[in-house]
């Protein structure tokens, strides 16, 4: 059976299981475990506290707390991911098995944050070599070793960023003459000219 | 299989037929521990000033069964092999059969812990992927060249390390072909039965 929210692949098994330990415990203590569960996915801090006193009810032990968290997050994550809309996510949910209040809580709160989720998702999207700092500096130089009177701008670039492997920063600095500056920039524009033409 | 014992081991080990038998127990235990959780010198120190002797003696009797134990253990050596490697050292019946049922009841732990020391290549951690699609560059403008972008993050012995590599969809789908086949072949009739005969 494809499901859209797996991106039309079968849901896994251990999903198609949690699913029934989610619905030992009440509709609306789900939804506040939703919420939980979305600051979590959001970078916000999720509170252990809230979340074993929202499950102490029905009697969760920590690996049934444990798995239910993940169930949540595989099912919120992986339909941001797909684009999936609130009443198909809500469809497919009652297909696998969860109750009709339980998957009215949970859509809620999905259709609610969907837009914050998608991004959060897109900007832990794969980057490599990210930009971080660009300092810059001109100078004019007025003679050298080699000429008495030089009179030329200098261009100093002091470029920060991440090395694609490690992650950790590096820093290159890089001297470019006035001509070469300008092919630079003109090279550069060039680019904004294709970039605003695809997107606008 | 007979264990040879090197002249310094005899030595090291001479050291246990001095001592009470109850003694050369509580090293045995020592030695067992060390081998599961690192030395301590201040052991030593403790029972070189209640035997009355320098702790390096101690040390090295300790250490002595530790490598006995672990060389038996290693090559899984029968009970008559231990015994009779064992009667090379001139000890008494009793000490003797102190260490066989020491041997006895550590050998399964010890390949435990020995096997944990073989060398381990990186293994996968986790895969990021990207689908870009360049459209155009200084060189040639408008064209349209879809590539793949994945970085492995891989972790060995734990230290973490990341590669980033790049594709086309025709070499990836014929990365996925390969891998398959290669999952494909524990299935076959030769790998199932060396499986069979393994297990």
Request: one cysteine or more.
């Amino acid at each position: 059976m494809r499901f859209r929210f797996c991106g039309d692949l079968d849901c896994p098994d251990w999903v198609l299981a949690e699913i029934s330990t989610l619905a030992r415990i009440s509709s609306v203590k789900m939804k506040l475990l939703c919420v939980q569960v979305i600051k979590d996915l959001l970078d916000e801090d999720i509170d252990y506290e809230k979340v074993s006193k929202l499950t102490s009810d029905a009697k969760f032990e920590s690996g049934d707390i444990k798995a239910s968290v993940a169930v949540l997050s595989f099912i919120l994550s992986s339909a941001a991911k797909h684009d999936v809309d609130g009443e198909s996510l809500s469809s497919e949910l009652q297909q696998l098995g969860l109750p009709k209040e339980h998957t009215t809580g949970l859509c809620k709160s999905y259709e609610d944050k969907h837009a914050a989720l998608q991004q959060k998702l897109k900007e832990s999207s794969l980057r490599l070599g990210r930009l971080e700092v660009v300092n810059w500096r001109v100078d004019y130089t007025l003679s050298s070793s080699e000429l008495k009177e030089v009179n030329e701008p200098v261009v100093q670039l002091r470029l920060q960023s991440q090395n694609p492997e490690s992650g950790s920063s590096e820093t290159s600095v890089v001297t470019v003459g006035a001509e070469k500056f300008r092919v630079l920039l003109t090279g550069m524009s060039i680019f904004f000219k294709y970039y605003y033409y695809y997107y606008y | 299989m007979l264990l040879v014992l090197s002249d310094e081991h005899k030595e090291h080990l001479g050291f246990l037929p001095k001592v009470d038998p109850a003694v050369v127990g509580e090293f045995g235990r020592i030695a067992v521990e060390f081998l599961k959780k690192g030395s301590n010198p201040k052991i030593y120190e403790g029972a070189a000033r209640k035997l009355n002797v320098p702790s390096e003696t101690v040390q090295h009797g300790v250490e002595g069964l530790m490598y006995l134990l672990t060389e038996s253990s290693k090559l899984m050596i029968s009970e008559i092999d231990f015994q009779d490697s064992v009667l090379v050292l001139g000890f008494s019946e009793e000490l003797n059969k102190l260490l066989l049922q020491l041997y006895l009841e550590n050998r399964k732990e010890v390949r435990q812990i020995l096997s944990e020391l073989a060398p381990s290549l990186p293994h996968y951690r986790n895969l990021e992927w990207r689908f870009d699609v360049q459209l155009g560059s200084r060189a040639l403008r408008q064209h349209v060249k879809p590539a793949i972008c994945l970085k492995l993050h891989l972790e060995s012995g734990g230290t973490q390390t990341a590669r980033v590599l790049q594709t086309d969809p025709a070499t990836l789908l014929h990365l996925i072909q390969e891998l398959e086949c290669a999952l494909a072949e524990v299935k076959s009739n030769h790998c199932r039965r060396i499986l069979r005969n393994i297990k």
